[in-house]
């Protein structure tokens, strides 16, 4: 493991492989390093690959302020600039998107590419919208988070996944679930959906690998995105869960060595 300042706050990243592109996974809100599962350490035996904790999560340490979507983009910044790598390519699970997106607007060519990890990039619905909202209710966000993980783990046998949503994510208190409802909540009401703020954007080659929801209309839904935006890449996963990484990592693996390319 790794060091680095990002706001004065110790930021923990692993740095494994070599060859650029480099991979930086980027986690999801309440989450940390450890749920790319062994997705890492299998893409670092075709290229470099470096993957961090955010500021209040896993091993980085805990600043006294509050922070942001800007706070976790600085904090990639500081990852890429201690590890003198050149060119990055994000691989953000959930609405790290986001993170990714604002880091391909700042740092242009050197992101030559864009891989998205099971992640709403359509139109927010409106019980999603709620539920960010309620997140931010200190008499709500624990009963919607708990319904957050009952929808995540209904219907899988699959102990890790268990383990990271139970003890990983539920380790988060209400600040740090209000902040990130707060922040998601943001980012959908400025851009409207992540397809929309990518098509703005003049933006690299995107690559979105996602497991759920099985419903076949969000699946036709990205394929005619795709058809007009033909930057836009999707593979469906075999996967059951929202962390494909615990189940599929080879097959993640291989697609996204496929999508980076010599």
Wanted: hydrophobic content about 45%; aromatic content about 10%.
């Amino acid at each position: 493991m790794a060091e680095t300042r990002s706001d004065g706050v110790r930021i923990a990243y692993d740095d494994q492989g070599r060859g650029e592109p480099a991979l930086i996974f980027l986690p999801g809100w309440c989450s940390s390093r450890a749920g790319f599962a062994g997705l890492p350490s299998r893409c670092s035996a075709s290229r470099r690959t470096l993957v961090l904790d955010w500021r209040g999560h896993g091993d980085s340490g805990s600043p006294a302020a509050d922070f942001g979507q800007d706070g976790l983009v600085t904090d990639v910044l500081a990852v890429v600039e201690a590890s003198g790598v050149g060119q990055i390519i994000p691989v953000a699970l959930a609405h790290a998107g986001w993170v990714a997106i604002e880091l391909r607007r700042r740092l242009g060519v050197r992101v030559p590419g864009l891989v998205l990890v099971d992640w709403l990039v359509l139109d927010a619905p409106p019980p999603f919208l709620a539920a960010l909202k309620a997140l931010q209710d200190p008499d709500r966000w624990r009963e919607t988070r708990d319904r957050l993980f009952a929808t995540w783990l209904h219907g899988l046998d699959h102990p890790a996944v268990a383990r990271f949503v139970t003890e990983d994510m539920g380790a988060h208190d209400f600040a740090m679930w209000a902040r990130a409802g707060r922040e998601i909540a943001r980012a959908y009401a400025t851009h409207r959906s992540p397809l929309q703020a990518l098509a703005r954007l003049a933006p690299p080659p995107v690559l979105h690998l996602y497991a759920q929801p099985e419903d076949p209309g969000y699946l036709a839904a990205q394929r005619t995105f795709a058809d007009s935006h033909p930057w836009f890449h999707v593979q469906k996963l075999a996967a059951r869960s929202h962390f494909p990484m615990f189940e599929v990592p080879d097959q993640m693996a291989a697609a996204i060595e496929s999508f980076v390319g010599p």
